[in-house]
């Protein structure tokens, strides 16, 4: 395999080449990334996980909160902020209220037992929804209820059950959100082993073993102990099982070894199809960054997330890399300035027709509720001239 094709791989098994996923099969398929990163930026118009929905698929974004929400096919876990698959949620809270400081949390008992009844009784809160007074912790401002709120969270009485029309999480009592996770898993000694490597291969899709043992110590969790030693010894072992399996690929004179998923290989090999115009305008926490040193080796350059440098220091505040052919041809920033679509800053660094580029901004500026780009002087004038302008309302990049 070259190298191309193992980006080629990469960007299949992501959802990030070839025809946009059909509105029906989007939920669907997105359960198959595993984990979607949430956040709540939304300078561009569009949140991080909805920009996700929105460079796979033109279903509506809806869709996308109807699957976490309404059917749960995916459950939003509480730190860092993450979808996850509801089948993949028991293994990664087994074991996870021995993360808390038990002395903390012997403490919090009366107020956790309060929370507890207030919501049984009234239904889904968020922090904003309950007062009490500030204790130590975080930046010395959490109140003692959300805090309350977290410890239930880490002991499994609670689920993060929706979002308030703010985006501030809303909390419900576990029985109500997903009742399996209250049963103790009968199988887990027999299943977690194998499952740390291809839940974390079904999210990387292809990895380095380095980068693969990175993850499995991430997904196997710091509470269990036992970090990048125990991942590689899971890794030999799904090799041994021939769960995984190799990828080798050429790159002029320099070869690269890589780690792949048996049944994403099969599937690759028997859906592979050409390369499409499609320009993509991918989130900066995409499945396609959780590894930016892969990033970086697959695709020729470092992506740095700047949204928390200090301004004076960053070049972007929120950089979408620009996907075209299999490749990352660029950056592009954007602001949603009420019914405009500012483009704020633009780097190309491989050649990409005007026409599918401004197709692509155009679509998300649309999505993004915005009825015209404009772009700012730094833009060179005859590339910023070819992507401003009114939106066409039928365009679909």
């Known amino acids: 395999m070259s190298q191309d094709l193992a980006r080629?791989?990469?960007?299949?098994?992501?959802?990030?080449?070839?025809a946009l996923w059909p509105a029906q099969?989007?939920?669907?398929?997105?359960?198959?990334?595993?984990?979607?990163?949430?956040?709540?930026?939304?300078?561009?118009?569009?949140?991080?996980?909805?920009?996700?929905?929105?460079?796979?698929?033109?279903a509506p974004i809806s869709g996308l909160y109807d699957m976490f929400y309404r059917d749960r096919a995916m459950l939003e876990t509480h730190y860092p902020l993450f979808a996850t698959r509801?089948?993949?949620?028991?293994?990664?809270?087994?074991?996870?209220?021995?993360?808390?400081?038990?002395?903390?949390?012997?403490?919090?008992?009366?107020?956790?037992?309060?929370?507890?009844q207030h919501?049984?009784?009234?239904?889904?809160?968020?922090?904003?929804?309950?007062?009490?007074?500030?204790?130590?912790?975080?930046?010395?401002?959490?109140?003692?209820?959300?805090?309350?709120?977290?410890?239930?969270?880490?002991?499994?009485?609670?689920?993060?059950?929706?979002?308030?029309?703010n985006f501030h999480r809303l909390f419900d009592l576990t029985e109500r959100v997903?009742?399996?996770?209250?049963?103790?898993?009968?199988?887990?000694?027999?299943r977690h082993k194998e499952f740390f490597v291809h839940s974390a291969l079904s999210v990387l899709k292809i990895a380095t073993p380095q980068q693969l043992a990175e993850r499995v110590s991430h997904h196997?969790?710091?509470?269990?102990?036992?970090?990048?030693?125990?991942?590689?010894?899971?890794?030999?072992?799904?090799?041994d099982h021939q769960l995984i399996d190799w990828i080798e690929a050429m790159e002029g004179d320099k070869h690269h070894r890589y780690l792949a998923l048996k049944s994403d290989l099969d599937h690759f090999k028997t859906s592979f199809q050409p390369q499409d115009e499609t320009v993509r305008l991918?989130?900066?926490?995409?499945?396609?960054?959780?590894?930016?040193?892969?990033?970086?080796?697959l695709f020729g350059f470092t992506y740095k997330f700047e949204a928390y440098t200090p301004e004076a220091q960053r070049r972007f505040y929120f950089a979408m890399p620009l996907l075209y052919r299999d490749k990352a041809v660029g950056l592009v920033d954007g602001k949603k300035e009420g019914d405009e679509w500012r483009i704020t800053g633009l780097d190309l660094y491989a050649p990409v027709p005007v026409d599918s580029l401004r197709a692509a901004i155009h679509r998300f500026a649309r999505i993004a509720g915005c009825s015209k780009v404009t772009g700012n002087r730094g833009i060179p004038k005859a590339l910023r001239m070819g992507l401003v302008g009114k939106i066409d309302a039928r365009i679909n990049g």
């Open 86 to 116: 509801r089948d993949w949620v028991p293994f990664f809270l087994k074991d996870f209220s021995k993360a808390v400081n038990q002395e903390r949390l012997k403490e919090m008992r009366p107020m956790m037992r309060k929370v507890k």
């Open 220 to 239: 196997v969790g710091t509470w269990r102990g036992g970090g990048l030693p125990v991942a590689r010894k899971l890794i030999e072992d799904a090799l």
């Open 8 to 18: 080629a791989f990469l960007l299949d098994r992501l959802g990030l080449r070839g």
């Open 25 to 58: 099969e989007a939920a669907k398929r997105a359960v198959g990334l595993g984990m979607m990163q949430i956040d709540s930026i939304r300078s561009t118009g569009l949140r991080n996980h909805e920009i996700a929905w929105v460079a796979r698929t033109d």
């Open 119 to 165: 919501i049984a009784e009234n239904g889904p809160v968020s922090p904003a929804d309950l007062d009490s007074e500030r204790v130590v912790g975080g930046f010395n401002t959490i109140k003692a209820t959300t805090r309350a709120l977290e410890y239930l969270y880490h002991t499994g009485q609670v689920q993060i059950s929706g979002r308030s029309k």
């Open 178 to 190: 997903a009742p399996e996770l209250l049963t103790p898993m009968a199988d887990y000694r027999t």
């Open 282 to 297: 991918v989130p900066p926490l995409d499945n396609l960054m959780f590894s930016r040193r892969r990033f970086t080796e």
